[in-house]
């Protein structure tokens, strides 16, 4: 089942924080978030596995609720850069494929 | 950085064509996946692959699609006769473990465009 997210579009200023959410109705064995620009593939931004472990390699941030079964993104002070559509995909049970969410466009202005 | 690449990066066949859409994943990855997205919307889940097998698949890759790892490094998705709605962005991924625990890197995509 989809994960949903929300909001579906954020519009910051430079130098803003943006919190993108993340929720399943089904319990979580792993989160993964990915940002995608106009016209190009998702990246990985970073991983949370059940049990609190983080792996990543950007400087964004994201906790999981695993009773909720929630996770939250946090973009602080975002930069241009920053802007695109970022996805979060879901793994249940130690499936090892992932369903994405419907998406949350960030757009970031000078 | 490694990287999963795909060809052609488009392709435009009329209705009812043969496509193969062809992906070299990362050498030392396990798993490998095709996704789509249709303009504007979500990245659906096609199959995934490991060990030579599918080991799942979603109910868009009906018997028209099928998968292959042809030669060790080759990762191909053959559509039979392509219809309307297959025009989609399609984005295979490979993951050295299951998604469970590992990122995927995806490929940039093959646009597929059904005339």
């Known amino acids: 089942q989809q994960p949903v997210q929300s909001p579906q579009a954020v519009i910051l200023r430079e130098g803003e924080d943006a919190v993108i959410n993340c929720s399943s109705s089904?319990?979580?064995?792993?989160v993964h978030w990915y940002r995608q620009k106009h016209g190009e593939a998702p990246v990985f931004l970073m991983i949370l596995l059940k049990g609190g472990e983080q792996k990543g390699h950007e400087k964004i941030s994201a906790s999981f609720n695993e009773k909720k079964q929630q996770s939250s993104l946090y973009l602080t002070a975002s930069q241009l850069s920053y802007s695109g559509t970022y996805f979060c995909?879901?793994?249940?049970?130690?499936?090892?494929?992932?369903?994405f969410g419907t998406g949350t466009r960030l757009t970031i202005i000078p | 950085e490694p990287e999963v690449t795909q060809t052609p990066s488009h392709q435009v066949t009329q209705m009812g064509q043969e496509v193969i859409l062809r992906c070299v994943p990362i050498s030392n990855h396990l798993y490998f996946y095709w996704y789509r997205q249709i303009l504007g919307q979500k990245v659906e889940f096609l199959v995934s692959?490991?060990?030579?097998?599918?080991?799942?698949k979603s109910e868009i890759f009906d018997d028209q699609f099928s998968v292959e790892r042809p030669d060790g490094s080759n990762f191909t998705l053959k559509i039979r006769s392509t219809k309307l709605e297959d025009s989609a962005m399609y984005f295979c991924?490979?993951?050295?473990?299951?998604?469970?625990?590992?990122?995927?890197?995806f490929g940039s995509g093959t646009r597929l465009t059904v005339v």
């Open positions: 692959f490991y060990n030579n097998e599918i080991s799942e």
């Open positions: 089904k319990a979580l064995y792993s």
């Open positions: 995909g879901i793994s249940n049970f130690g499936n090892e494929k992932l369903t």
């Open positions: 991924a490979s993951s050295l473990q299951g998604a469970a625990d590992y990122g995927y890197t």
